[in-house]
Nanobody, 125 residues
Framework: QVQLVESGGGLVQAGGSLRLSCAAS????????MGWFRQAPGKEREFVAA???????YYTDSVKGRFTISRDNAKNTLYLQMNSLKPEDTAVYYC???????????????????WGQGTQVTVSS
């Protein structure tokens, strides 16, 4: 069992930056693939970025070149550096952890076993 707690959200102007953090409890953080998802009002939760068990990274097209996912296993923490933010990035951002699965599609929410409560990101125009 792992608990995930996001932080770092807030209000920022378009073009600005934020860094989200996701602190994980437990001693097995390094064994999880991790991902970030977001959900805007009235929309379904969507994939943002993921880092696999082999440290490969994946991004949805709309954030490529602007967002960077990373992890610090010594600190049990996942990060999402968000630059050049746009109003359409406004959403609640969730981190998620996945136990190892063969041929998992880390862009799919159903692959993840643990979820945080979310942190609000609001980008003003």
């Amino acid at each position: 069992q792992v608990q995930l707690v996001e932080s770092g959200g807030g209000l920022v102007q378009a073009g600005g930056s934020l860094r989200l953090s996701c602190a994980a409890s437990g001693r097995t953080f390094s064994t999880y693939a991790m991902g970030w998802f977001r959900q805007a009002p009235g929309k379904e939760r969507e994939f943002v970025a993921a880092i696999s068990w082999s440290a490969s990274t994946y991004y949805t097209d709309s954030v490529k070149g602007r967002f960077t996912i990373s992890r610090d296993n010594a600190k049990n923490t996942l990060y999402l550096q968000m630059n050049s933010l746009k109003p359409e990035d406004t959403a609640v951002y969730y981190c998620a952890g996945a136990t190892f699965k063969v041929a998992a599609d880390l862009t799919r929410a159903y692959e993840y076993d643990y979820w945080g409560q979310g942190t609000q990101v609001t980008v003003s125009s």
